[in-house]
Nanobody
Framework: QVRLVESGGGSVQAGGSLRLSCSASGINFKLYTMDWYRQAPGKERELVANITSAGFTNYADSVKDRFTISRNNAWNTVYLQMNNLQYEDTAVYYC?????????WGKGTLVTVSP
């Protein structure tokens, strides 16, 4: 059974930082690309960043140079370091993995940035 559990969300002022974590179980974690998505109120869910099994990373243009995705394969955990947060970053952040021919999602963690 694949399970993804996000943590680390909270409320910060613009310019602040947060570090999100996603703990995975039920998969051979080191073999999979891991994704972070977010969904702001009234908007569609969008890809924020991902990291391949080899450690290659990809970012949405809106978060480049502010967010950093990383992984610890020993701990089956993927991280999203978010710096210089802006009001527009307010959203529920979700961890995602594609495995066994389907997508798995965590329940999400809320990030609220006050202007």
């Amino acid at each position: 059974q694949v399970r993804l559990v996000e943590s680390g969300g909270g409320s910060v002022q613009a310019g602040g930082s947060l570090r999100l974590s996603c703990s995975a179980s039920g998969i051979n974690f080191k073999l999979y690309t891991m994704d972070w998505y977010r969904q702001a109120p009234g908007k569609e869910r969008e890809l924020v960043a991902n990291i391949t099994s080899a450690g290659f990373t990809n970012y949405a243009d809106s978060v480049k140079d502010r967010f950093t995705i990383s992984r610890n394969n020993a701990w089956n955990t993927v991280y999203l370091q978010m710096n210089n947060l802006q009001y527009e970053d307010t959203a529920v952040y979700y961890c995602n993995v594609g495995a066994y021919s389907r997508a798995f999602w965590g329940k999400g963690t809320l990030v609220t940035v006050s202007p």
